[in-house]
């Protein structure tokens, strides 16, 4: 099973309470992926590698507005169902203005209390800086909620030497016992498409699982 390249289809934005209240209320069981990260960790690259060169693009909005923008995909062998991705608003913006950040928590407030079981919430970080102050505040505030996060050390191809390499994958035991909510742990190059199988065939195995239930 592969995601059909090309087949995202860019749906609505939402950064209001009421719309994400709805969304979930309209989609109570839609089975999909969320990607959320720190601004600049390489989640549009990441999306544009795994759905196609063009997607995240549609959905580029101008400044800082921060959005869930919804998109659909289709994957071989499921072609009559739709999935869905969210492309979550980012964290950790260089001196954040307050409004801002309070805004981030009505919106993922709103969109994680309504998630279902059938949708992965994958967690960017960058390989060469993992666990930064804003990614451990991420954790701080999913934790409580027991939510379960796929982690994704991007920018793999910035580690040169294998020393660097190593001692990343090193940290995985620390990782896994550190937060409870992390359940599985890749390593990729979005620029580079590195390490983009066993994401892809994560993905698509949930969502091929996940329909049947
Ligand atoms: N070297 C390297 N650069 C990357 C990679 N992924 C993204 N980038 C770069 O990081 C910057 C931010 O990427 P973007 O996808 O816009 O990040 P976003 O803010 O999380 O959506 C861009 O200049 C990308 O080209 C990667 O795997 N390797
Ligand atoms: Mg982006």
């Known amino acids: 099973m592969e995601i059909i390249k090309g087949s995202a289809k860019f749906i609505l934005g939402l950064d209001k309470l009421t719309q994400i209240e709805k969304w979930w209320e309209q989609n109570p069981s839609a089975p999909g992926i969320a990607m959320v990260g ?73 969109y994680l209390r309504g998630l279902n079981d059938k949708t992965l919430i994958f967690n960017l970080q960058d390989a060469r800086h993992p666990n930064q102050v804003t990614d451990k505040q991420f954790y701080d505030y999913i934790n409580p909620k027991e939510i379960e996060i796929f982690l994704i050390f991007n920018k793999l191809d910035k580690l040169k030497k294998q020393k660097e390499r190593a ?47």
Request: glycine share 6%; hydrophobic share 35%; net charge positive.
């Open 167 to 213: 001692a990343l994958n090193k940290l995985k035991p620390d990782i896994y016992a550190d937060y409870k909510t992390v359940k599985q742990i890749f390593f990729v190059s979005a620029h580079k498409k590195q390490g983009l199988d066993p994401l892809e065939q994560a993905i698509t195995g949930y969502m091929d699982r996940f329909i049947k239930v």
């Open 38 to 110: 720190r601004s600049n960790v390489g989640k549009s690259t990441l999306i544009n590698s795994l759905f196609g060169n063009k997607t995240a693009k549609t959905s580029k909005t101008p400044g800082r507005t921060q959005k869930i923008n919804i998109f659909t995909f289709k994957i071989t062998g499921l072609e009559e169902h739709d999935f869905y991705l969210y492309d979550l608003p980012g964290y950790g913006f260089a001196e954040v203005p307050k409004q801002m950040r309070d805004n981030w928590n009505v919106i993922m407030d709103a």
